[in-house]
């Protein structure tokens, strides 16, 4: 399975933003799908994860409310819609497949996307 991460870029803190994970093969409806992100000099830390049906969301405590993922299997891709955006939500956002229900470190994830850029300007 690969990833394709994409939908990062430079916008002002208040700003919204929708990241999009696309990936390749037939079997993504399988997997748990979570987005993470690193700073730089910073851990790679959970942000979201999403359910193989998407009728089930975990966020990281900080996030929620203002982040949501979703995912449409139909078109193997998952979406993070970021809004109220803050400078501290600068980060590489990478996506990740896992089989594991309850996943939230980096080491529970299976396959990885390259990641993409965000970065919130105060």
């Known amino acids: 399975v690969q990833l394709q991460a994409s939908g990062g870029g430079l916008v002002q803190a208040g700003g919204s933003l929708r990241l999009s994970c696309v990936a390749s093969?037939?079997?993504?409806?399988?997997?748990?799908v979570g987005w993470f992100r690193q700073a730089p000099g910073k851990e790679r830390d959970f942000v979201a994860a999403?359910?193989?049906?998407?009728?089930?969301?975990e966020y990281a405590g900080s996030l929620k409310g203002r982040f949501t993922i979703s995912r449409d299997n139909a078109g193997n891709t998952v979406y993070l819609q970021m809004n109220s955006l803050k400078p501290e939500d600068t980060a590489v956002y990478y996506c990740?497949?896992?089989?594991?229900?309850?996943?939230?470190?980096?080491?529970?994830?299976?396959?990885w996307g390259q990641g993409t850029e965000v970065t919130v300007s105060s």
């Open positions: 999403i359910a193989r049906s998407g009728g089930i969301t």
């Open positions: 990740a497949l896992t089989k594991l229900i309850g996943a939230h470190t980096r080491y529970e994830y299976d396959y």
């Open positions: 093969g037939r079997t993504f409806g399988s997997y748990v």
